[in-house]
């Protein structure tokens, strides 16, 4: 698929700066734009000043992807804006971000160098993921809410997907629609984990309890593969984001759910097209049980919720990366 999807470019005549909203057959996805950029840029020389530095990897990606080398690389926010992502390049663990923010909706091509500057290692990474690793606290919550009246029973806040999703999800795509379930049919899977208990690993385990909710709405789904692997939404292939409240105040991240911004790994929905999963819980004792669910659009979301602001970001951001970010 790698090969077919990078041939399709270079026929395709698109250059770097066309979004793909439109053609999201030519959107290459995570874990497949890790391996070609990995197989690519293996052993390239990437000893030059900064601005030649930046250049010549630039080109590279470029006849890599299949896309024309432009004659000048324009300012952009992601460099990439076609296949949504930036690049870093990486002699140390430190990552260092300037003069803006981390994007949810966006991919980090992070690159290892070694002392020659020669690439050893490509990791691609979501905005969403990359925020998880930072330990710092420097990347705050920018976006939270909560009900504007106490939860006290399940809704279906939204009756129906977004125009979007209704026209490229459930009816142009016979075979997607086996798959991918109308907003009632998720709500409805979903309802059975009401009342159910999570075991509680005690304070400072939000993080574990999340996922332990993860596996148990894949299950509900039908879904095999269960991995969390930080990305927006938690399933992506349902267009699901997943939350556990055991407070009222919701933490969103880096993405406001109303937004037009499109999904890092689909560029041809947004992010008020995803769909919210709010599982509102109480512990009790060593388990958190779940008493209500709220599942609405992310275009719904504020009809529900009332949104306040997060705090404030500095303007360089530094990420420790973990010792195996790499392996």
Not at 203 to 215: D, S, V, Y
Not at 306 to 312: L, M, P, S, T, Y
Request: glycine share 6%; net charge positive; proline share 5%.
């Amino acid at each position: 698929m790698p090969r077919n999807i990078v041939k399709a470019i270079r026929s395709s005549g698109l250059s770097i700066y066309d979004l793909l909203d439109d053609r999201p057959d030519l959107f290459i996805d995570h874990k497949s734009l890790e391996e070609i950029l990995a197989a690519g840029l293996a052993g390239l020389d990437l000893s030059y000043p900064l601005r030649t530095r930046s250049k010549v990897l630039k080109s590279k990606i470029c006849e890599i992807l299949g896309y024309p080398i432009p004659k000048s690389f324009a300012r952009t926010q992601p460099r990439f804006p076609g296949q949504n992502f930036d690049t870093y390049v990486q002699v140390s663990n430190n990552l260092q971000i300037w003069n803006e923010e981390v994007a949810d909706s966006r991919r980090y091509v992070v690159i290892r160098v070694d002392g020659r500057g020669i690439v050893t290692a490509v990791r691609v990474i979501s905005g969403k993921a990359l925020a998880i690793l930072d330990t710092t606290g420097t990347l705050t919550h920018k976006y939270q809410a909560r009900s504007r009246a106490p939860v006290v029973e399940s809704q279906l806040v939204s009756s129906k997907d977004t125009a979007n999703v209704v026209d490229r999800l459930l009816d142009i795509r016979p075979r997607t629609r086996l798959r991918f379930l109308s907003i009632r049919a998720v709500y409805k899977k979903l309802m059975p984990l009401v009342g159910r208990k999570l075991i509680d690993l005690g304070i400072g385990q939000e993080r574990n309890r999340g996922w332990a909710l993860h596996k148990a709405v894949c299950r509900q789904l039908g879904m095999r593969d269960s991995a969390d692997e930080g990305q927006f939404p938690d399933v992506i292939e349902q267009l699901l984001e997943i939350k556990l409240q055991t407070a009222s105040t919701i933490d969103l991240g880096l993405v406001c759910p109303d937004g037009t911004d499109p999904v890092a790994d689909r560029p041809d929905v947004y992010h008020c097209d995803v769909r919210y999963a709010v599982f509102y819980g109480t512990i009790v004792g060593a388990t958190v049980r779940l008493d209500h669910l709220v599942l609405t659009t992310g275009a719904d979301f504020f009809t529900f919720f009332r949104r306040f602001e997060g705090k404030v970001r500095n303007s360089k951001l530094q990420i420790r990366l973990p010792l195996d970010f790499f392996s």
